[in-house]
């Protein structure tokens, strides 16, 4: 099953509303921003960290960056650093390399979200793909993610 077949499933089987939209392919958060016609500050990016040795997925607003000083105190952390894509890719195989949704949950990645994106009532996320996304409230998102809302970014 394909990424986004599997968080539609799994979002409906939780009784979420949700829109899908389609877009042309593109790479960056900002260029999916725009191309869905939503600030940047309300579409979720995911930066994978590799935190002391282990994945971790942080969710911030297209708008910003994640502020690695800042998620080492959030995670009482030693080391924090990008993954390279050869770490995190096999995480998640039903997904196109840096499409990943912010459900870190389905894969057993731990998700911490900047307190930015928090206080969206909508939020655009990725599907899977560069190109599909979903939107979907905030409040949802957290329920069924259950993230550590945090100061991450800058």
């Known amino acids: ?22 877009h042309r ?5 900002q260029h999916v921003a725009a191309l869905e016609h ?14 002391d040795g282990r994945p971790v997925m ?20 030693h080391e924090v650093r990008l ?9 998640f195989p039903d997904c196109e390399v840096g499409a990943m949704p912010p459900f870190g949950n389905l894969y057993c990645v731990p998700v911490y979200v900047d307190e930015s994106l928090a206080r969206n009532e909508e939020i ?3 599907a899977g793909t560069h190109r599909d996304s979903i939107r979907l409230r905030y409040f949802d ?12 970014s800058s």
């Open 1 to 22: 099953m394909r990424a986004r077949e599997r968080l539609e499933k799994y979002l409906s089987v939780n009784g979420v509303q949700y829109a899908e939209e389609s």
């Open 25 to 29: 392919r593109a790479y960056t958060a």
């Open 38 to 51: 939503v600030p940047g500050q309300q579409f979720a990016k995911v930066v994978m960290l590799i935190v």
């Open 58 to 77: 942080a969710v911030v607003p297209a708008t910003r960056a994640v502020h690695f000083d800042r998620v080492a105190m959030v995670l009482g952390a």
């Open 83 to 91: 993954a390279c894509e050869s770490e995190f890719a096999p995480l």
């Open 124 to 126: 655009v996320i990725q």
């Open 141 to 152: 998102f957290s329920r069924l993610a259950q993230p550590v809302v945090a100061l991450l």
